[in-house]
């Protein structure tokens, strides 16, 4: 009998089939790519409360159901589901409320008719949400929530590291779209999160992929050379070649071939042109690129995009220190999770701000998301322990959103990033908003890695990636004249405009489609025709 672990990440999902009897790992299914159009979890919240949730549950099951097809076992045989994820993910896999997080405020619930929607721990048959054919004898099994803006994702991070029972300062962080983060003081737990953005796992860039085979993920100084390493089908670090970042001659090749760039060797990338003195001060770069590879470059724009996740996260850990009343030199533990924080060098994230660098300790982890629901999977008493652990945490969130203090640490990110505003400047405008001035960066630190790759085992049926999910969502364009400005508009060739039964009809590709950051394809339109509120799935 089988067991499925499953990870609904905000920038992609992961699947692991296991033995419940050997417990062993049997193959891991990843998706490079959410299926709701949009790229952070708030577009994904405002696609299911525009289009509907039951459109939006209905793409996330179907979804799921493509991966598990790619176990090729028999499903009936699977006997336990675990699922974590933050509440957005969860809410919408279960089908539940979810405008409590999205509207914040009393006032504003009340007046929408809002209550908080109780996420506790459940245990319930998969034929609730799954039609009976797709896992008929499972039982689904979700973890809870601390609060309901704190989900299961942040209690893994929390769990599967040793944050719990560090009795010094400690912070941890799982770096990605929606970077979840705590800090430790005693026995007070300070909760967040930054909408860092796709480009901090490697979207939204030019050359930009998730964290998989071929994709770039460190770089490496070798005089005026770089070297590039790349993943490789097992998820582990290799060489691939030693580059001139300017011009682009190879010098020599290692027998890998890089097919794009993740976050983590973008932030190395960063490090080292500013070590380097390539880019003097951001984001201005020799010629306006840096060349990684064959047809693989970094731009002046994707230094502002990935900037602004930069400076996210930087001046979400800044808030949290600030706002707790404890200084920058009180910091000793700097954990990072997921799989950003597993690939990347931290010492070029400590350089760059993407890290803590006044933290005197660091240690990096994988994804702790789906390392807890294994467990789970192989032990589903764990649970109990999960909300007892769950209740005694008494966490308090604080709400980057309606934070001045991360407002304006953030308006300093945006102008070093994007405007090239010096340090110094920096600090002068910190001292304007009354903030003490940036920490300065421990020389010396201990950092241990303890994991070499995000998923330590892939199982002997090794990576399937799920690289198109193939999801289709469909809106009829009556008022359509066929002009195709939409289409022509679309800057992810994620729609096309066809004739069907006589009847004009606009497809979008879900994976594809940005949501909410663009829309251009509504705004183009000159006869006003896409009401995106109606989109459904296309019938298989």
């Known amino acids: 009998m089988y067991g499925i672990a499953l990870d609904l990440g905000t920038s992609g999902f992961r699947a692991q089939l296991i033995d419940l009897e050997t417990k062993e790992t049997l193959k891991t299914v990843i998706t490079m790519g959410h299926p709701l159009p949009g790229g952070n979890v708030m577009d994904h919240l405002d696609f299911a409360i525009t289009t509907g949730e039951d459109v939006a549950h209905a793409v996330i099951l179907e979804t799921i159901r493509r991966m598990f097809r790619k176990f090729d076992v028999d499903l009936s045989k699977v006997e336990r589901l675990a699922v974590c994820g933050n509440p957005i993910q969860l809410s919408l896999f279960q089908n539940m409320e979810i405008r409590d997080l999205a509207y914040a405020g009393e006032n504003k619930q009340k007046k929408l008719g809002v209550q908080n929607v109780k996420r506790d721990a459940r245990i319930f048959p998969a034929s609730e949400i799954f039609v009976e054919k797709d896992l008929p004898n499972c039982e689904i099994i979700v973890p809870p929530a601390i609060k309901h803006e704190i989900g299961a994702d942040a209690l893994a991070m929390m769990l599967e590291t040793d944050f719990l029972i560090q009795p010094e300062i400690s912070l941890v962080t799982d770096y990605g779209t929606n970077a979840e983060m705590a800090l430790k003081i005693g026995d007070r737990i300070i909760t967040a999160s930054a909408a860092a953005g796709p480009a901090i796992e490697g979207q939204g860039i030019s050359s930009g992929m998730l964290a998989s085979p071929g994709a770039i993920c460190d770089v490496k100084p070798e005089g005026e050379y770089w070297r590039i390493m790349v993943l490789d089908r097992g998820m582990e670090k290799k060489n691939a070649y030693i580059i001139h970042p300017v011009t682009g001659e190879i010098k020599e090749s290692f027998g890998y071939e890089a097919a794009g760039i993740t976050g983590t060797g973008v932030i190395s990338a960063f490090a080292l042109a500013l070590k380097s003195g390539l880019m003097e001060k951001p984001p201005k770069l020799p010629n306006g690129k840096l060349i990684l590879g064959p047809g693989i470059e970094i731009t002046e724009k994707d230094v502002e995009e990935a900037g602004k996740a930069i400076g996210a996260i930087r001046a979400a850990h800044l808030t949290m220190i600030v706002e707790s009343g404890i200084k920058y030199e009180d910091l000793e533990y700097a954990y990072m999770s997921g799989a950003s924080g597993t690939y990347v060098d931290a010492e070029d994230a400590r350089r760059l701000g993407a890290a803590p660098g006044y933290a005197k300790r660091i240690v990096q982890f994988g994804n702790t998301s789906l390392a807890l629901a294994r467990e789970l999977v192989l032990d589903k008493s ?27 640490f953030y308006l300093c990110e945006l102008s070093y990033w994007t405007m090239g505003m010096p340090l110094e400047m920096y600090n002068e405008m910190l001292e304007l908003y009354g903030l003490p001035p940036l920490p300065k960066i421990l020389e010396h630190v201990s950092i241990e890695k303890r994991v070499s790759k995000d998923i330590e085992q892939v199982g002997s049926g090794g990576l399937t990636i799920l690289k198109e999910i193939g999801i289709i969502l469909e809106v009829p364009v009556e008022k359509c004249i066929h002009c195709k400005k939409c289409v022509q508009e679309c800057p992810e060739a994620a729609l096309e405009i066809l004739e069907i039964d006589n009847k004009r009809v606009a497809k979008y590709d879900s994976q594809k489609c940005l949501g909410t950051s663009c829309r251009r394809c509504v705004a183009v339109c000159p006869e006003s025709a896409i009401d995106l509120t109606k989109l459904k799935i296309t019938a298989k």
Request: hydrophobic letters at 45%.
């Open 382 to 408: 764990r649970l109990d322990d999960i909300i007892s652990i769950a209740r005694k945490i008494t966490a308090n969130h604080l709400m980057m959103a309606t934070s001045e203090t991360f407002n304006n």
